[in-house]
């Protein structure tokens, strides 16, 4: 029997990759990788396609400089990653990308940045830093993190939120919701990065693909003490 | 009221000295509070001006080596050697060094200065000079992005009143020129050929095809580090010397130092010059060695930023060290978000072959972050005492140990070392 193997795709890994979001798909591919699975990695940036058999894909934050290069691709991009969404491939979308995975950004000048659209979201540009430490209630747990964004991301309905927020400021800084989740698209305002101390979710985002990809997902557990006992102490640093 | 500030400030300083409390800066929180003018009727006064030194990497060693090189000259330089480098941290330095009278018997100031507290330090003292290294990612949480940080180095090179010292090789510094058109810019950099050993910080993390930049011809320009010696072209002549100083990252800041040593001395002993440059060691917790009562030799690299690491690292490919220590703090001046570490690459770590201990706060997220990259872990210790204890316990006279420690940690583990070492580095433990 030859082995499953899964494709992770990062998108725009030069342009989006501030706050060391490229560690989700180093967590990835390890986690396959420490089960026997394959894992294929591909880098997708601007003017380059995204493989039509990725069953993961990711994408993290950026300066704002850059975003004004990655938002045009985007856009030509975004028929293609509809399209992926609606066969149910499992994505993961954090900051800046999970902003542009929404409707619409809108600046302090009240200008519109379009989205993809995605997911059912808009976003607004505000004068408060929502920074720090974060801790969120969510059906793995508490998920830890750390948030360090401007923009305001309000959901067109907080049921689809990721999960809610124990400490900081999630998606608003008013209605408790963080993140956002629609079939298989995880959007998240939460650094860390944000796998590192959820093995949980990093862990639910490979069974939803492996299910998609098979049918099934048997996934053995790996020994993940080095992330609860930092998980354990993040939850309690300061904000 | 100037008088009045030193009496309070060397008060404090004396309480706190007294509490055991060295290196508070909390006497310059004070005068920064009751006298804001208390810089510029000081180190403001001074015949020489003041040089501010700052960039992500490299302000401590270099700030160092240009004070070194200055009072090899004769002069009385006031310097912040150990790099306490926001506003408070300054005056706190000047109330040490200020007599009761209010006489500072110095020629000249060299400053190191964080990148953002020297936007705003030039509201108190209008710098003769800035020194500009480098742009890289260092605590993203506190600047947000890097194009920011290099803003606010630009806003403070509009204060400059005389010349600016910029890196050649660094598009984001290289702009700054433009900040002040009537001041004098000395260029320093690296030959073409030595661009492999220095990887801009958007190569580094967008694994592009190395390409040079140069903004202009570098006034001074290093040109090889082969070996031991050392070559920096100083306009038509050459200098060739063999430094203490270690390494690709210390043979540029070598180079900026002599930059603005050159804009600061237009004649001067070489002899003398050279003799300082090759005598230089190590500044406070960049690659100190700590010998302990047993023998054994702990090495301290200070880490702050994913480039800085990262070059740091580089260090286990041509040293063996028998114990590989990480100290990883999430207080302010360590950045309180622990993601950068995943910017670093630690292969060499997992690959060196020795024992690794992860140490500090966030011990257990440095673990995490060695595991992801199939290396081994032997133990967590999240408490610096602990952690020294066993080193001490278990190391040998012919061993060496590398700690790589954030800001904080390197304060708390130094401190701790003393009281097990023999030996004391220049500024004394």
């Known amino acids: 029997m030859s082995k499953r193997s899964l494709s992770i795709v990062h998108l725009y890994p030069a342009e989006m990759n501030i706050y ?39 994408g993290g934050g950026g300066q704002d400089a850059v975003q004004s290069s990655v938002q045009p691709d985007l856009q030509r991009k975004a028929a293609q990653l509809h399209e992926l969404a609606d066969k149910g491939v499992v994505m993961l979308m954090v900051c800046g990308l999970y902003q542009l995975f929404g409707r619409r950004f809108i600046t302090h000048q009240g200008e519109e940045i379009r989205g993809i659209g995605v997911l059912p979201l808009e976003t607004k540009a505000s004068n408060t830093r929502m920074i720090g430490n974060t801790n969120v209630q969510s059906e793995w747990g508490l998920l830890i993190g750390y948030e360090n964004h401007s923009g305001r991301t309000n959901l067109d309905d907080p049921k689809l939120a990721l999960g809610t927020v124990d400490k900081g400021a999630g998606n608003n800084g008013r209605d408790g919701t963080e993140g956002c989740l629609v079939n298989n698209i995880f959007g998240t305002y939460l650094h860390g990065p944000v796998l590192s101390k959820n093995p949980g979710l990093a862990d639910e985002l490979i069974r939803r693909a492996l299910e998609r990809k098979y049918g099934e997902a048997d996934l053995a557990p790996l020994d993940d003490s080095y992330a609860y006992a930092a998980s354990r102490i993040a939850q309690d640093r300061p904000r | 009221m100037y008088r009045i500030s030193i009496i309070i400030g060397k ?25 804001k003018s208390f810089l510029k009727k000081t180190i403001g006064t001074l015949p020489g001006g003041v040089i501010i030194v700052t960039g992500t990497n490299g302000k401590t060693t270099t700030t160092k080596i240009l004070a070194k090189l200055l009072e090899g000259q004769g002069m009385r330089v006031l310097t912040n050697e150990t790099g306490s480098n926001f506003v408070r941290g300054i005056i706190a330095t000047v109330i040490e060094k200020i007599r009761l009278s209010g006489k500072l018997d110095y020629d000249i100031a060299v400053i190191e200065q964080d990148e953002a507290y020297a936007a705003l330090f030039v509201n108190y003292v209008r710098p003769r000079g800035l020194v500009a290294l480098n742009v890289m990612r260092d605590q993203m949480d506190r600047f947000g992005e890097i194009d920011a940080t290099a803003r606010l180095i630009a806003k403070t090179a509009e204060s400059v009143s005389e010349f600016l010292v910029l890196n050649a090789n660094d598009p984001r510094i290289a702009v700054i020129s433009k900040s002040k058109a009537d001041a004098k810019t000395v260029w320093f950099g690296h030959h073409e050929e030595l661009v492999r050993h220095f990887v801009s910080d958007d190569q580094h ?122 100290a990883i703090n999430d207080d302010y001046a360590d950045g309180r ?54 080193l001490v316990s278990q190391g040998q006279s012919d061993e060496d140990y590398i700690i790589f420690c954030t800001y904080t940690s390197m304060l708390s583990l130094r401190k701790l070392l003393k009281k097990h070492s023999t030996v004391m580095n220049e500024e004394g433990l």
């Open chain 2, 11 to 35: 008060s404090l300083l004396a309480l706190l000295r007294l509490a055991g409390r060295r290196g508070s800066a909390l006497p310059g929180l004070v005068v920064e509070r009751i006298n």
């Open chain 2, 205 to 326: 993390h967008h694994g592009d095809a190395i390409e040079f930049y140069e903004a202009a011809e570098p006034d001074v320009e290093l040109r090889t580090f082969e070996g031991s010696e050392v070559n920096v072209k100083v306009g038509s002549q050459t200098l060739a010397f063999r430094p203490k100083l270690e390494g690709g990252h210390n043979a540029l800041n070598l180079t900026a130092a002599l930059a603005a040593f050159t804009a600061v001395c237009s004649d001067y002993s070489k002899d003398a010059l050279i003799h300082d440059l090759e005598n230089i060691s190590p500044a406070f917790g960049r690659g100190e060695q700590i010998i302990l009562k047993n023998g054994c030799r702990i090495h301290l690299q200070l880490v702050k930023n994913p480039s800085g690491f990262t070059h740091s690292l580089r260090i286990l490919q041509n040293k063996r060290f028998d114990l590989i220590g990480i």
């Open chain 2, 337 to 390: 978000d622990v993601s950068w570490l995943w910017d670093v690459e630690f292969h060499d770590v997992a690959e060196h072959g020795s024992p690794v201990i992860c140490a500090g706060i966030r011990g257990n997220d440095m673990a995490l972050r060695i595991l992801y990259e199939n290396g081994e872990v032997e133990e967590v210790i999240t408490e610096d005492r602990i952690f020294i204890d066993k």
């Open chain 1, 20 to 58: 060391g979001d490229t560690g989700n798909r180093l967590i990835l591919q390890r986690r396959l990788e420490w089960r026997g699975l394959d894992a294929a990695v591909s880098l997708v940036g601007v003017g380059q396609e995204i493989p039509k058999d990725s069953d993961i894909i990711i």
